[in-house]
């Protein structure tokens, strides 16, 4: 292991995820589950391969940007093989501490094409609420003025253009800016007042899907919560973490856990998948920091998704049947990490004359996986398409998740497959608030 | 890798199914147990021609050719220990039809086992051959490796099912053996000697395999000893009253302490012994049954006994048993897993050599395993780091093996020989034994072409090298 004691990067990466890596038995339980494994069909696309591979970068065997990049970048970071392993390896504090490795080894060596895009949209975007918010404004200008077909022709990104082209057409019907959340503002009970909550806005949530956190905080207070907006929150840091800037993911974890911890809120509460894994993760991301360990524990612990919530201070006050199918596609970060699965189900069957079916895996990964359907295009839509083909056998009316990432992939199957004519993409918020007669 | 072969498995294959690069080699360098050894090269076949044709250019060029499933051997059957292609038979998967009226299935290499087990449930049949790592490896391996698991004490290991095989032999000639029929008695049986070869006779690329009825219900009950003793002859007792369980589990004092420290279930940390068995059949007789068991435990001095009355019950009590891997994986990074057979008379006996083998080398050793056919797993839990501990590793895995072969045993009860037990062979085949399997494998083939380097000893290997 010469190279190691060489390369810091090398030696970093062996620090931080030698011990994991060597707690892989290779006996190969996770292979089932992965979704890149079942739509590449190779070993160094499954858990087991590319633990080995992180395991081989760190004793110096292959070169980290030039071997052991293109596997762990090609992982959707479902962590669905977390749940699998028998002998419970950190899979995901191993792909991040990859991640993190990668993107030292390729800023040494300034290569990489998606480099530059990825780090202007983590850098100089999602920390901005400000130019988040800039963004979906522009957005809901911009489909308002039909302005769309055109940009749609252009050839902006020559990588880029077609996941962009075909993602825009599947965004949300976008509200007037006027009605977005404001930051401090505290939302009353109705009714008898049980509980006191925070909420996390989110930059994706509150920039492009602001509608769904409006009806977030009208399902809360109609359960009876208090719900606190927190100002000065930010982004959670997520995609930072999974695209290898652990540096910024905490220092955006620390002006949320400082933010949060003044709220004097009994829980923190989220509605995207993602983010609430990352807020519940806290604790984990600054475990080595004297001054912060302590209270991002506290705020861990206080972190819920708003499904739990619904569904400890419900029932919620249903006024409307739903008629029709709906299936449940999991947000893997909701369910894998923070171990959600059971509430949003209970609240969907909740609801007065739906007819919910289980979905054959609804709890394998939709290929969303942060930003990974922009970066790796082709490799996502494989795994979306097979899932769509179990969507549209069902012939729902609609599919609904917990993840605004999911919600958007879920559009573009439905729209793949020429179906948005009688399927919806919903997130489980607008369905409920739907039954409840909000708007 | 000779250039001018590469050039011509190009021609046989289509590039997106070749892989040349290091971050794909060394995805194909280890299994499920030791050693990491790098191919040139890695295919994925689709179809028995590719492969024959793959063999034949082997054979011209002197490549070792190392037929792999999913990778979840234990004992190093499809690692590339002489550098060469691997075949990764993951994705030679498309065949799957059960045949109901025949009571058979039909299956391509690579299929994962338990695929198999859903399919043919679906249609009220069973495939008994139940490896813990069914939901993972491939059919392939199974038979490659004749892999069993707790049913094997009432239905056999996958030998007694494989009916007919279609195989690429080391030479690169396509046939098949046996057939669709469950009498067939034409000539050697080519078929049994293929299962369990280990991918040294023959690279299979078709199975046939018997079905038989589901049983319609199942019993479970789970008994506690206070002596390892006492639990041996509540096993010899329901062995020979007639009555055949499906399976009967033996975890030891280690194994339930490591079991109750990983995930606390209300097992007995003080017993000194737990078994577990079950009976299945028709609801009417596995009653009776079930009770009679109960009985001998209390007979045999059990000093608790519970009969599953509702499904989560049963469940409850084999989650014990399920959980006996990933414990003691928890007491060390480094598990050394081992099959050692004895006939089950002799479990006490084997038992008491394996603590005696404890205590001489002080090392964490801990047994469970298939009391009721007498597969037992001695695990070591170790750290292969720790290089003076895994030298007298080395020494432990030898005695254990003298052990069971001293009391009538066998190496290995489901695992294969691989490279972890290869150096033991002569020691339980002797030498004109071992000598008649070289022969065989000479005579099919001639250029040691197919997994070389397993089965037979190294010249002059006398025990297992971990360091
Ligand atoms: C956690 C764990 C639990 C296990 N439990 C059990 C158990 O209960 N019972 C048991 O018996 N085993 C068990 N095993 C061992 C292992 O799963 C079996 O040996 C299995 O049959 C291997 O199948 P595979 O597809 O992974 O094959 P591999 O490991 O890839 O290969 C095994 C052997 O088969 C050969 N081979 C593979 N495919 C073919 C083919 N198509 N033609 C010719 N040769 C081929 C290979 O060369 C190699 O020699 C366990 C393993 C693990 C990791
Ligand atoms: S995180 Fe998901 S995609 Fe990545 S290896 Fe695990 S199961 Fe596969
Ligand atoms: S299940 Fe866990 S131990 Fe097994 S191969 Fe996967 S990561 Fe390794």
């Given at each position: 292991m010469k190279k190691t004691s060489l390369n810091p990067v090398v030696k970093n990466l062996h620090d931080k995820t030698y011990n994991w890596t060597n707690q892989c038995v290779q006996c190969g339980y996770c292979l089932p589950v992965c979704p890149t494994y079942e739509s590449m069909g190779k070993e160094s696309a499954s858990p087991r391969g590319r633990i080995n591979l992180v395991k081989m970068a760190a004793e110096g065997k292959i070169d980290i940007s030039e071997h052991m990049a293109e596997p762990i970048e090609l992982c959707l970071g479902c962590r669905a093989c977390e749940i699998a392993c028998p002998v419970g390896v950190p899979y995901g504090h191993m792909l991040e501490a990859a991640k993190d490795a990668i993107a030292q080894s390729k800023q040494q060596k300034r290569e990489n094409s998606h480099f530059l895009l990825k780090n202007m949209a983590m850098n100089q975007l999602?920390?901005?609420?400000?130019?988040?918010?800039?963004?979906?404004?522009?957005?809901?200008?911009?489909?308002?003025?039909?302005?769309?077909?055109?940009?749609?022709?252009?050839k902006l990104f020559p990588i880029l253009s077609e996941p962009l082209a075909q993602m825009e057409k599947i965004l949300p019907p976008l509200e007037n800016p006027s009605k977005r959340l404001k930051h401090g503002t505290v939302f009353p009970a109705k009714g008898e007042r049980k509980v006191r909550v925070a909420f996390f806005t989110g930059c994706i949530m509150d920039s492009i899907m602001y509608k769904v956190n409006r009806l977030s905080i009208e399902l809360l207070t109609s359960v009876g919560c208090e719900v606190v907006i927190p100002n000065h929150q930010t982004c959670c840091g997520a995609l930072h973490a999974h695209q290898g800037a652990t540096e910024k993911a905490k220092e955006l974890a620390k002006a949320n856990i400082q933010s949060f911890t003044q709220s004097e809120a009994e829980f923190y509460v989220n509605n995207a998948g993602g983010c609430g894994a990352a807020l519940s993760e806290y604790d984990y991301l600054l475990k080595g920091d004297e001054e912060w360990a302590e209270t991002a524990g506290e705020f861990a612990k206080k972190s819920r998704d708003i499904s739990q919530i619904l569904t400890e201070y419900g029932p919620l006050p249903f006024i409307k049947e739903w008629k029709g199918i709906v299936v449940y596609q999991d947000s893997c970060h909701l369910r894998n990490v923070q171990k959600v699965y059971q509430e949003p189900r209970q609240l969907l069957q909740s609801i007065p004359g739906i007819t919910y079916v289980e979905m054959e895996g609804a709890n394998r990964c939709c290929a969303s996986g942060g930003i990974y359907n922009l970066l790796h295009f082709q490799e996502s839509m494989k795994i979306l398409d097979k899932k769509m083909k179990e969507v549209i056998e069902l012939q729902p009316k609609a599919v609904i998740t917990t993840n605004p990432g999911c919600q958007l992939q879920m559009s573009l199957g439905i729209d793949r497959m020429e179906a948005s004519e009688n399927i919806r993409s919903m997130h489980l918020v607008e369905i409920l608030a739907e039954a409840c007669g909000l708007t | 890798m000779n250039q001018e072969a590469l050039k011509k498995i190009k021609t046989i294959i289509p590039l997106e199914r070749i892989f040349t690069?290091?971050?794909?080699?060394?995805?194909?360098?280890?299994?499920?147990?030791?050693?990491?050894?790098?191919?040139?090269?890695?295919?994925?076949?689709?179809?028995?021609?590719?492969?024959?044709?793959?063999?034949?250019?082997?054979?011209?060029?002197?490549?070792?050719?190392?037929?792999?499933?999913?990778?979840?051997?234990?004992?190093?059957?499809?690692?590339?220990?002489?550098?060469?292609?691997?075949?990764?038979?993951?994705?030679?998967?498309?065949?799957?039809?059960?045949?109901?009226?025949?009571?058979?299935?039909?299956?391509?290499?690579?299929?994962?086992?338990?695929?198999l087990h859903k399919k043919a449930e679906e249609v009220g049949l069973f495939y008994p051959p139940d490896p813990s790592s069914s939901h993972v490896a491939t059919i392939g391996g199974n038979i490659s490796e004749n892999s069993s698991g707790p049913k094997g004490l009432k239905y056999g290991t996958t030998k007694e099912y494989v009916i007919g095989l279609e195989v690429v032999t080391p030479l690169g000639d396509i046939i098949r053996t046996g057939g669709k029929t469950v009498k067939n008695v034409t000539g050697y049986d080519i078929t049994r000697l293929i299962v369990g070869s280990e991918g040294t006779l023959g690279i299979v690329t078709e199975v046939?395999?018997?079905?038989?009825?589901?049983?319609?219900?199942?019993?479970?009950?789970?008994?506690?000893?206070?002596?390892?003793?006492?639990?041996?002859?509540?096993?010899?007792?329901?062995?020979?009253?007639?009555?055949?369980?499906?399976?009967?589990?033996?975890?030891?004092?280690?194994?339930?302490?490591?079991?109750?420290?990983?995930?606390?279930?209300?097992?007995?940390?003080?017993?000194?012994?737990?078994?577990?068995?079950?009976?299945?059949?028709?609801?009417?007789?596995?009653?009776?049954?079930?009770?009679?068991?109960?009985?001998?435990?209390?007979?045999?001095?059990?000093?608790?006994?519970?009969?599953?009355?509702?499904?989560?019950?049963?469940?409850?009590?084999?989650?014990?048993?399920k959980m006996v891997s990933p414990a003691i994986t928890q007491m060390g990074p480094t598990k050394i897993s081992e099959d050692a057979t004895v006939p089950r008379s002799k479990i006490p006996a084997m038992m008491e050599r394996l603590?005696?083998?404890?205590?001489?080398?002080k090392l964490n050793l801990v047994v469970f395993g298939h009391a009721g056919d007498g597969n037992l797993h001695p695990n070591i839990i170790t750290d292969k780091r720790n290089i003076e501990e895994m030298k007298k590793v080395e020494l432990a895995v030898s005695e254990i093996f003298e052990a069971a072969i001293e009391l009538g045993g066998t190496l290995s009860g489901?695992?294969?020989?691989?490279?972890?037990?290869?150096?033991?062979?002569?020691?339980?085949?002797?030498?004109?034994?071992?000598?008649?399997m070289k022969k065989i494998k000479e005579a099919w083939d001639p250029n040691n072409i197919l997994n070389p380097g397993k089965i037979f000893p190294e010249k002059d290997q006398k025990r297992v090298v971990f360091v």
């Open positions: 999602f920390p901005y609420p400000n130019r988040m918010k800039f963004l979906g404004s522009t957005v809901w200008l911009y489909k308002k003025s039909k302005l769309d077909r055109l940009i749609r022709k252009t | 690069e290091l971050a794909e080699l060394y995805s194909y360098s280890y299994d499920a147990s030791f050693g990491e050894y790098l191919p040139e090269i890695v295919i994925q076949p689709k179809n028995a021609s590719e492969i024959s044709e793959l063999v034949k250019l082997a054979n011209e060029y002197l490549i070792p050719i190392y037929p792999r499933g999913a990778g979840t051997s234990l004992s190093g059957g499809p690692l590339p220990v002489k550098g060469g292609m691997v075949l990764d038979m993951t994705q030679f998967n498309e065949k799957l039809v059960i045949d109901r009226e025949n009571l058979l299935a039909i299956v391509s290499p690579g299929v994962i086992t338990g695929d046939i395999v018997r079905l038989i009825p589901k049983p319609q219900a199942r019993k479970t009950l789970l008994a506690h000893f206070a002596h390892l003793l006492d639990s041996g002859h509540a096993i010899t007792s329901i062995l020979s009253a007639g009555i055949l369980p499906s399976a009967i589990e033996l975890m030891d004092n280690a194994c339930i302490r490591a079991v109750e420290s990983f995930s606390p279930s209300g097992l007995p940390v003080d017993a000194d012994s737990i078994i577990i068995v079950e009976v299945d059949g028709h609801p009417a007789a596995i009653d009776e049954e079930i009770k009679q068991c109960a009985k001998m435990c209390r007979n045999s001095g059990a000093t608790y006994v519970k009969v599953a009355e509702t499904e989560s019950e049963r469940l409850k009590i084999w989650s014990a048993r603590n005696r083998i404890r205590d001489k080398y489901e695992h294969g020989i691989g490279t972890l037990k290869s150096p033991y062979m002569e020691m339980e085949l002797g030498k004109s034994g071992l000598y008649m």
